[in-house]
């Protein structure tokens, strides 16, 4: 099963709470109040997304947590690689030393899907995920569809 882990999907909401007041700054506390995550997961996860410079931290009395840059400028791949690390579907997407990579006859076809799983990704924004996705359109090779 593909699926993301719970962090991502945390960091997730993280994110989109915070697109939803981009000129304010919140403590990692009043995030997890905000939010319902634990207080100790959304530290973790600020830090890790700080470095990864989707948000930035501010020190003091008046500090706390905003978006690094725009919500539109942030995608949902960049917040999986942030915690996840780079995406692969298969062993030999992300490292092509697969004991069977030179006999393989579908090792093209998973490198194709993977990347075409990461733009779809990259094409999904933090501001796309503070309004519904429903009525948004997507292109299959070339063919839009709608996301019912």
């Known amino acids: 099963m593909l699926?993301?882990?719970?962090?991502?999907?945390?960091?997730t909401i993280i994110l989109s709470f915070l697109a939803l007041r981009?000129?304010?700054?919140?403590?990692?506390?009043?995030?997890?109040?905000k939010t319902s995550i634990a207080a100790p997961t959304v530290s973790k996860l600020l830090k890790l997304l700080s470095k990864y410079g989707l948000v930035i931290s501010f020190r003091g009395?008046?500090?706390g947590y905003q978006l690094a840059r725009s919500a539109t400028q942030m995608t949902l791949?960049?917040?999986?690689?942030?915690?996840?690390?780079?995406?692969?579907?298969t062993e030999c997407c992300?490292?092509?030393?697969?004991?069977?990579?030179?006999?393989?006859?579908v090792k093209d076809n998973?490198?194709?899907?993977n990347k075409k799983i990461i733009a779809?990704?990259?094409?999904?924004t933090i501001h796309d995920m503070i309004?519904?996705?429903?009525?948004?359109?997507?292109?299959?090779?070339?063919?839009?569809?709608?996301v019912k």
């Open 22 to 33: 981009p000129e304010k700054k919140f403590s990692a506390n009043g995030i997890a109040e």
């Open 3 to 11: 699926q993301i882990n719970k962090l991502t999907d945390y960091a």
């Open 77 to 89: 791949a960049d917040v999986i690689t942030a915690i996840e690390g780079n995406m692969a579907i």
């Open 61 to 63: 009395t008046e500090g």
């Open 131 to 146: 309004r519904p996705l429903a009525g948004h359109s997507i292109a299959l090779r070339g063919i839009p569809i709608m």
């Open 120 to 124: 779809a990704l990259a094409s999904i």
């Open 110 to 113: 998973w490198q194709f899907i």
């Open 94 to 105: 992300a490292t092509y030393t697969c004991t069977l990579n030179s006999l393989c006859a």
